[in-house]
């Protein structure tokens, strides 16, 4: 059973839960997120970044954040990182063997999907590409 976008903003407003950005993109990859979270039960909306409220003045394309509560936020990651696996697998680019025991948490930090830098987060960032990933 999946969230409806109402039951998750009820489920997120009767919370005392931080809720916090965790995902920051383009709009369609944002809503693509949102889509699967609410279908694993994951409370999630969207929300606007700084540069679409006024605080940018370099004319930024169009973003959008995915905000859940503090608590979810290693679902979230955990989703990514299942989304990302299953994308490589299907484009080719690693084999089955390579995602052996990856229900475990994995020893050092993931590659960055984007780069492949294999490094702790700055900031939510990749530390190479600037990929936001958290």
Known sequence: MSLSANEAEQ?????DHELVPCVQGGIPDVKRLLDLCLEQDIPAVIGS?????????TGCSPKAQLV???????????LL??????????????SFGDFE???????GEPPCPAC????????????DCGLQLG
């Open 116 to 127: 492949g830098t294999a490094a702790p987060l700055v900031e939510g960032a990749c530390s």
């Open 11 to 15: 489920l997120m407003e009767d919370t």
């Open 49 to 57: 970044d700084a540069c679409q409220d006024g605080g940018c003045s």
């Open 68 to 78: 859940v509560r503090d608590t979810d936020v290693p679902r979230v990651v955990a």
């Open 101 to 107: 025991g990856t229900e475990d948490e994995p020893e």
């Open 81 to 94: 990182r299942q989304q990302w696996a299953e994308m490589a697998l299907r484009e080719g680019t690693l």
